[in-house]
């Protein structure tokens, strides 16, 4: 079992930028890759980005790329989503999810937390 928390929401105005954490726990994280994941009001959840824990390899969605910066500290267990430029659509529930380096599922998610852009 991998417990995820995150951490970092609030509200901000549009253009301003915003940091997520993300503390994991649990079991040891070196055959996972870790993700952000969003979901807006009456929509479905969508992939932000993805970074394997062990060695290289991030990944990003096409509408956050170059604004959007995904990091960890191995050393303490924690991702990160450094949010620049933050835009209205960006308004959302942002979700921490793990899984297998071997598998295409997240087994594991976070509890969420609300992302709110202003005008």
């Known amino acids: 079992q991998v417990q995820l928390v995150e951490s970092g929401g609030g509200l901000v105005q549009a253009g301003g930028s915003l940091r997520l954490s993300c503390a994991a726990s649990g079991r040891t994280l070196s055959n996972y890759i870790l993700g952000w994941f969003r979901q807006a009001p009456g929509k479905e959840r969508e992939f932000v980005a993805s970074i394997r824990w062990i060695g290289a390899g991030t990944w990003y969605a096409g509408s956050v790329k170059g604004r959007f910066t995904i990091s960890k500290i191995s050393a303490n267990n924690t991702l990160y989503l450094q949010m620049n430029s933050l835009k209205l659509e960006d308004t959302a529930v942002y979700y921490c999810?793990?899984?297998?380096?071997?598998?295409?599922?997240?087994?594991?998610w976070g509890q969420g937390t609300q992302v709110t852009v202003s005008s």
């Open positions: 999810a793990a899984r297998f380096t071997t598998e295409n599922e997240y087994r594991y």
